[in-house]
């Protein structure tokens, strides 16, 4: 099955007689929603999922680092944060992990980060990559492990981040809701 069929295979289109003009869509777990107005053809439809799916994949694009880029800000964020001290041998993403965001083997010096934290926030990476930086330096989950941790700002609300990914994965999906906590539409793409 070519990629485009696959990711075809994975929209769900939600009309709305609201929705007079534009045009949106999002990622929601492993498929992707696009939100149309209800008047629109078939053929109209068709289109513009087209055109959206292409949309988020130029975005997701933009946003993923390559693993020499992870080795790169790796070394910032030891530089900024740990006083240059965590110095991997190797960063890079894998697709086996789907039950924790990275892993360290301290005794080689390798970070591995899950293709699940691929266009997450910035500042979500930055705390993972930080965290498995941690445990080059002190590999249990011990008060010295935190103590590097406090360094970075944005910690708490990273792990709050993750919590709510793992969170809302056990959420059943609820059919044509289209509102997150805040009750304001949520979309990662629109046009109109």
Avoid at 31 to 50: C, D, F, G, K, Y
Avoid at 84 to 106: E, I, K, Y
Wanted: proline share 6%.
């Amino acid at each position: 099955m070519p990629p485009e069929a696959h990711d075809r295979a994975r929209v769900e289109v939600r009309r709305s007689a609201r929705r007079s003009r534009t045009v949106s869509a999002y990622r929601e777990g492993d498929r992707t929603v696009v939100l149309i107005p209800a008047r629109m053809s078939h053929a109209e439809e068709q289109r513009w999922v087209a055109q959206m799916l292409e949309k988020l994949a130029a975005q997701e694009r933009r946003r993923i680092l390559g693993d020499d880029a992870l080795m790169a800000r790796a070394r910032e964020l030891s530089a900024a944060y740990l006083g240059d001290r965590a110095r991997p041998s190797q960063v890079r993403w894998v697709t086996n992990q789907n039950s924790r965001w990275g892993s360290c083997t301290p005794s080689e010096g390798t970070i591995r980060l899950s293709h699940r934290l691929q266009g997450m926030p910035e500042y979500v990476l930055d705390y993972v990559l930080l965290h498995e930086l941690a445990h080059l330096l002190v590999p249990d989950h011990g008060p010295g492990f935190w103590a590097l941790l406090e360094a970075y700002p944005r910690t708490e609300r990273a792990r709050g981040y993750l919590e709510g990914v793992v969170s809302a994965a056990r959420l059943p999906h609820i059919p044509g809701a289209r509102h997150g906590a805040s009750g304001q539409e949520d979309p990662a793409a629109s046009c109109g």
